[in-house]
Nanobody, 123 residues
Framework: QVQLAESGGGLVQAGGSLRLSCAASGLTFSSYAMGWFRQAPGKERDFVAHITRDSNTRYAESVKGRFTISRDNAKNTMFLQMNSLKPEDTAVYYC?????????????????WGQGTQVTVSS
C-alpha cells in the first residue's frame, strides 16, 4: 500500500521560511518522479514544483527563486524548502508521485497523493 505523508507545515510570518517533507512508503521511491501541489480555499489545486528521478527540477513561476525542491532517495523522502514566504502562499500543500519520465506539472499525471499539510503565511 502506497503512502505519502507530508509534514512541516505551520503558521509563519511573511518573509519567513518553512521546510516541508514528504515521506514515501510502499513504492520504489527512486523510480518515481515527485511533485508538490497546493490548494487554497475555493481554488483549484495548483502545481508548485517537480523533481525527476535524477533530480532535475521545475517550478511554477510564482515560486521560482523562493522555493527549492529536493529528494533523498536513500531515505525515501522529498523536501520543499520555502523561503521569503508571502500571504498568497497560504494553502494546503500536497506531495504526489508520478511514474512519468518527463516533467509532470498536471495533477492528472500523478498516481499517488498525500493527505496534505497546511501552510499559513500571515501578513
Amino acid at each position: 500500500q502506497v503512502q505519502l505523508a507530508e509534514s512541516g507545515g505551520g503558521l509563519v510570518q511573511a518573509g519567513g521560511s518553512l521546510r516541508l517533507s514528504c515521506a514515501a512508503s510502499g513504492l520504489t521511491f527512486s523510480s518515481y518522479a515527485m511533485g508538490w501541489f497546493r490548494q487554497a480555499p475555493g481554488k483549484e489545486r495548483d502545481f508548485v514544483a517537480h523533481i525527476t528521478r535524477d533530480s532535475n527540477t521545475r517550478y511554477a513561476e510564482s515560486v521560482k527563486g523562493r522555493f527549492t525542491i529536493s529528494r533523498d532517495n536513500a531515505k525515501n523522502t522529498m523536501f520543499l524548502q520555502m523561503n521569503s514566504l508571502k500571504p498568497e502562499d497560504t494553502a494546503v500543500y500536497y506531495c504526489a508521485a508520478s511514474p512519468r519520465f518527463t516533467p509532470a506539472m498536471y495533477a492528472s499525471q500523478y498516481d499517488y497523493w498525500g493527505q496534505g499539510t497546511q501552510v499559513t503565511v500571515s501578513s
